[in-house]
């Protein structure tokens, strides 16, 4: 019973408002049927209904040009009028339901003909005349071109451009004020002049001078086609709402004071009454302007003002700008990463003993009287002795003289002096090694750095490649979906490089959305055809505004176990995990040389740069190539630190494992048959920081739902893996644990099992949201 009155009442409700728009239509064919223009006629009633024909109204509309035709004008000249909208009805009647009449160019074209039709004989009654052909030729063309942008105008269903439909709104209020324009008060002030000020000022205000002056001519062409007065107000209007609209960033009242006095001075060329008439008209124009609140100023101006597409267009032509110079950039950091790598390869004429045999006995030999016995006569002798005091030449890098052969002692006129000469080159061949040894150091991290870097660019430049796909369509049904809570400022609808849906909202709507997001959230997931996470708050200049983003197949549950090293209060041990934006889960640990406050921070630092680079898209492996020779440089070598990223696609289940000298981690999957399997995944390397580091170790595989993943410190388990049989066997023995229970588990073994260095544990669960939704329902 509850049921049927609300029904009803919902039935009445509807009935009332349909008939209240009725009778707005028949009001509005009743006044433009009253808008006239000397010589050309009145054909504006006629262009009314045959809109009012196509949104359904047409039987209420063409009573009102009835009563409007008969009523204002004099004579028999309103009855062709009258007929014309009466034609209108008649071709809509007979053509109904076929597909001729969905066609728009449909009522326009039938009213140009109706009005041609039907006033053909009066107008030519007297004979063809040129002037007379030309007059009737504009009122048959306004009468088609309004009804079309009439049927613009009363679109409710948003179907046409919204440019059109702007254009459709200015001409029907252009229209709607000629037929008030007979109006004076007092023989000075035109109420219809007032209320187009009023129009020219609003638009000018929220579209800018462009459109302060496309509405000031169109305003003023209207007043001054229905007052026989030249192009008068179309000049004065448009200077005003141009000039006016360079200044409407400054406020209502800057931009009033600016379109006032514009008006006042143009108007100088009018006379002294037309100058009178038009500063009291502008003065009270302005006075409404200024009083209306900003609020309906900015729905009006969402509401009416076409929106613009160029920023959309701009950010398209900037990310093709910026692929271009990535990928350029990316190109030019390959090379020099490829000539730094082969600039380190060491010249052997340079820093070979033999380079230091020659230089001494260059230095030695070049003036000695012996010197033709020594290095031409018995030039091998010289060589074989040469040759048996490299052994303990390079292995002390210093010769003395019992090391030489005694007839090469005695027969060497300048042997002091030789040994002397000898024994500084080879200092100075050590030196040359030890600069070199650190140049080529210097030269390998950089070029390291460079691999990183061209990585990066390469993943920026890939990434503005794919780039984001705008959703128009989505973008339209946000919109109106969300409008049903309040007035909506801006949306946007994408896809990002990874294909996942994200949608805006800003506005006044944004804080009733709040207050039911939940509702919200799963009607506007059924609209997008997808599920979508809860709404995100973020602030900037413009206000606040509201992020939806397609929601993840997956999710994680992670569990953290840690120890302090005994002795100490703050562990070297870090380990933080997150989501991206593109829905990638990231787990990172990192183990600080020792244990402590420095090797803490060490350790923070690392995985502070490191979220960083993650967060904004890089990859993994770029990630560690990048940071690995920051560490190297910052540490002198002195120092290190582990590094243990793990990412999980929650879209597809797809991890990756970059490892930098780190413990070994596991992944724990279920078979369809209950069994378990265990997988070690080992890292080669050794930690950042290190000379001798190396590159790292990547390992790509696939989890799937229920599956685990385990992240230790060196700690619980050596860095080699030799004693992690024990994981494995814990690991298969405790797959009802929770994540958190697991990895105090490990810490606990760990413990018992006497290892004193600080310890980690870090286990990750993936599982199905569906399968957990079905739980939830079940339990």
């Known amino acids: 019973m509850l049921e049927k009155q609300k029904q009803q009442k919902r039935t009445g409700s509807m009935q009332t408002r349909k008939r209240g728009v009725s009778a707005l239509y028949v009001i509005g064919a009743a006044l433009l049927s009253c808008a006239h223009i000397t010589g050309v006629g009145a054909p504006f009633g006629v262009a009314f209904a045959a809109a009012a024909c196509r949104a359904g109204y047409g039987f209420g509309a063409v009573l009102g040009t009835f009563a409007g035709y008969l009523l204002s004008i004099q004579g028999a000249e309103g009855v062709p009028y009258a007929g014309a909208a009466l034609m209108t009805l008649a071709a809509a009647t007979i053509f109904f339901g076929t597909r001729l009449l969905s066609a728009r160019w449909f009522f326009p074209v039938m009213a140009a003909v109706s009005v041609a039709a039907t006033g053909a004989v009066f107008a030519f009654a007297d004979g063809v005349e040129w002037h007379k052909a030309l007059?009737?030729?504009?009122?048959?063309?306004?009468?088609?071109?309004?009804?079309?942008?009439?049927?613009?105008?009363?679109?409710?269903?948003?179907?046409?451009?919204?440019?059109?439909?702007?254009?459709?709104?200015l001409?029907?209020?252009?229209?709607?004020?000629?037929?008030?324009?007979?109006?004076?008060?007092?023989?000075?002030?035109?109420?219809?002049?007032?209320?187009?000020?009023?129009?020219?000022?609003?638009?000018?205000?929220?579209?800018?001078?462009?459109?302060?002056?496309?509405?000031g001519v169109g305003i003023g062409v209207a007043m001054d086609a229905a007052g026989g007065v030249g192009l008068y107000y179309a000049g004065v209007y448009a200077v005003a709402g141009m000039a006016a609209g360079?200044?409407?960033?400054?406020?209502?009242?800057?931009?009033?004071a600016a379109f006032v006095l514009t008006h006042a001075a143009v108007h100088l060329l009018g006379g002294q009454a037309a100058y009178l008439s038009g500063i009291y008209e502008c003065f009270v124009a302005s006075v409404c302007f200024v009083l209306l609140p900003e609020s309906v100023w900015e729905e009006w101006k969402d509401r009416l003002l076409p929106m613009d597409p160029k920023p959309t267009d701009y950010a398209a032509r900037v990310s093709r700008l910026a692929n271009h110079y990535a990928s350029v950039a990316s190109d030019a950091f390959s090379e020099m990463y490829q000539a730094m790598a082969n600039s380190g390869k060491a010249r052997k004429e340079e820093n070979d003993l033999g380079?230091?045999?020659?230089?001494?006995?260059?230095?030695?030999?070049?003036?000695?009287?012996?010197?033709?016995n020594c290095w031409e006569r018995d030039k091998l002798a010289t060589l074989r002795t040469l040759d048996s005091i490299s052994g303990p030449l390079l292995r002390t890098g210093h010769i003395s003289s019992g090391d030489f052969p005694g007839h090469f002692a005695a027969q060497c006129l300048r042997f002091?002096?030789?040994?002397?000469?000898?024994?500084?080159?080879?200092?100075?061949?050590?030196?040359?090694?030890?600069?070199?040894?650190?140049?080529?150091?210097?030269?390998?991290?950089?070029?390291?750095?460079?691999?990183?870097?061209?990585?990066?660019?390469?993943?920026?430049?890939?990434s503005m490649r794919s780039g984001t796909e705008i959703l128009p369509a989505q973008e339209k049904e946000l919109r109106t979906y969300a409008e049903a809570f309040g007035r909506v400022r801006t949306v946007a609808a994408w896809k990002d490089r990874r294909g996942r849906l994200h949608l805006e909202l800003t506005g006044e709507c944004v804080q009733r959305i709040l207050r039911s997001q939940e509702g919200f959230?799963?009607?506007?997931?059924?609209?997008?055809?997808?599920?979508?996470?809860?709404?995100?708050?973020?602030?900037?200049?413009?206000?606040?505004?509201?992020?939806?983003?397609e929601q993840e197949p997956y999710y994680i549950t992670v569990g953290i176990g840690t120890r302090t090293r005994e002795g100490q209060q703050i562990s070297g041990d870090c380990v933080r995990y997150f989501t991206t934006e593109e829905g990638m889960a990231c787990v990172i640990l990192s183990d600080g040389m020792g244990s402590g406050e420095q090797a803490r921070e060490e350790s923070e630092s690392t995985v502070r740069m490191a979220e960083r680079f993650l967060r904004a898209g890089i990859s993994a492996a770029d990630c560690v190539r990048t940071?690995?020779?920051?560490?190297?440089?910052?540490?002198?070598?002195?120092?290190?630190?582990?590094?243990?990223?793990?990412?999980?696609?929650?879209?597809?289940?797809?991890?990756?494992?970059v490892k930098c000298g780190a413990a070994p981690s596991f992944v724990r999957a279920a078979d369809g048959d209950d069994s378990v399997r265990v997988r070690r995944i080992l890292s080669s390397t050794l930690p950042a920081g290190l000379e001798e580091a190396g590159d790292m170790d990547v390992t790509q595989f696939r989890m799937g739902s229920q599956d685990a993943l385990v992240l230790l410190s060196d700690g619980i388990v050596d860095a080699d893996g030799s004693n992690a049989g024990w994981v494995e066997e814990l690991l298969a023995d405790s797959v009802k644990l929770s994540a958190r229970e697991l990895a105090a588990r490990l810490v606990l073994?760990?413990?018992?099992?006497?290892?004193?260095?600080?310890?980690?544990?870090?286990?990750?669960?993936?599982?199905?949201?569906?399968?957990?939704?079905?739980?939830?329902?079940?339990?």
């Open 135 to 169: 007059l009737f030729a504009c009122r048959v063309v306004l009468a088609g071109g309004t009804a079309y942008f009439y049927e613009a105008a009363l679109d409710t269903t948003r179907g046409r451009p919204q440019v059109v439909r702007f254009g459709g709104m």
């Open 171 to 215: 001409i029907l209020t252009a229209t709607l004020l000629m037929a008030a324009y007979p109006f004076t008060v007092a023989d000075l002030v035109c109420p219809a002049r007032i209320a187009g000020i009023f129009v020219v000022m609003a638009i000018g205000y929220m579209g800018g001078f462009s459109y302060g002056a496309a509405s």
């Open 246 to 256: 360079f200044f409407s960033r400054g406020g209502r009242v800057v931009f009033a």
């Open 355 to 372: 380079a230091v045999f020659d230089r001494t006995a260059d230095r030695v030999c070049r003036r000695c009287s012996a010197r033709e």
């Open 416 to 462: 002091s002096d030789f040994v002397l000469a000898l024994n500084e080159g080879m200092d100075a061949l050590f030196q040359r090694r030890q600069t070199q040894k650190k140049n080529e150091a210097g030269r390998k991290l950089i070029a390291q750095q460079y691999a990183g870097v061209t990585g990066i660019l390469k993943q920026v430049g890939e």
């Open 521 to 549: 959230t799963s009607g506007l997931g059924a609209l997008m055809h997808v599920t979508l996470t809860k709404p995100e708050t973020q602030y900037d200049s413009g206000g606040m505004r509201l992020m939806f983003r």
């Open 627 to 657: 940071i690995g020779p920051a560490l190297k440089l910052r540490t002198q070598g002195k120092k290190f630190v582990t590094l243990d990223i793990s990412t999980i696609d929650l879209f597809t289940g797809e991890a990756v494992s």
């Open 749 to 779: 073994e760990g413990s018992a099992r006497g290892a004193p260095d600080d310890m980690s544990a870090v286990v990750v669960y993936l599982g199905k949201r569906a399968q957990r939704e079905m739980q939830e329902a079940g339990g």
